[in-house]
């Protein structure tokens, strides 16, 4: 069961653009929402994480919004940059028996054009 | 090292044989992860240990599938009688803490395992 929805699949974007990615997830009891980056050959790194007693996170050209009662959270990557070509992962874990398990979206392929 | 380190990093095996996959987390990290990676998907979760404690083993698929950390630290990745389906990039991942969203889990480059 996928527990994480993630999309689009992949993103082009211009330099200098604004790329969004979507995720949204079913299970209410999710109280840590991270975002991976990953590099072909490499293992994802965390970006930017968020708890959902707040409904936005800034940090540096990335932003997460949250929005708990439509159980939705997204990914802003402001004046993106052909560096920020990577595959994206959304994730989120909690709950009672799996505070420490990350359930991954499928991830976004996204490709800055300079 | 400075970060976690996995190996080997790429292994091919012919269906039928047994594999080991090694992870060394950063040095002290209480918490260490196994995550299972099929091409084009996002990493799925195969199992959690605590110092040498196997506290969730839910995500492993078969029997086949077998994860030990005796000692607290390094960790080894076992699948017996490999098959097709096992084709993937298995990722190990430390944390500092034993909550995640108290510290940052970081992962290494993958074993990437190739079954004929």
């Known amino acids: 069961q996928q527990q994480v929805k993630q999309s689009p699949q992949s993103l082009i974007v211009q330099k200098g653009g604004i790329s969004i990615i979507n995720c949204a997830y079913e299970?209410?009891?999710?109280?840590?929402f991270p975002w991976y980056q990953q590099f072909p050959g490499k293992g994802p790194a965390l970006l930017i994480a968020?708890?959902?007693?707040?409904s936005e996170k800034k940090e540096g050209r990335f932003t997460i919004s949250f929005n708990k009662s439509a159980k939705q959270f997204s990914l802003h990557i402001m004046d993106s940059q052909p560096g920020d070509s990577a595959t994206y992962f959304c994730?989120?874990?909690?709950?009672?028996?799996?505070?420490?398990?990350?359930?991954f979206g499928g991830g976004t392929r996204l490709m800055v054009k300079p | 090292g400075a970060g976690v380190s996995q190996s080997p990093r790429y292994k091919v095996a012919k269906r039928g044989q047994d594999v080991a996959l090694r992870c060394d987390p950063i040095?002290?990290?209480?918490?260490l992860f196994w995550y299972q990676q099929a091409l084009g998907q996002g990493p799925e979760f195969l199992t959690y240990?605590?110092?040498?404690?196997?506290?969730?083993k839910s995500g492993l698929p078969s029997d086949r599938f077998f994860a030990e950390r005796p000692e607290g630290s390094v960790s080894t990745l076992k699948i017996q009688r490999t098959q097709q389906e096992d084709s993937a990039v298995y990722l190990c991942?430390?944390?500092?803490?034993?909550?995640?969203?108290?510290?940052?889990?970081?992962f290494g480059e993958g074993s990437r395992l190739t079954v004929l």
């Open positions: 991942a430390s944390s500092l803490q034993t909550v995640l969203y108290t510290g940052e889990l970081f």
């Open positions: 994730a989120a874990s909690g709950g009672n028996n799996a505070g420490n398990m990350l359930t």
């Open positions: 968020i708890r959902p007693d707040v």
């Open positions: 299970n209410t009891a999710f109280d840590y």
């Open positions: 240990f605590q110092n040498e404690a196997q506290l969730d």
């Open positions: 040095s002290g990290h209480v918490s």
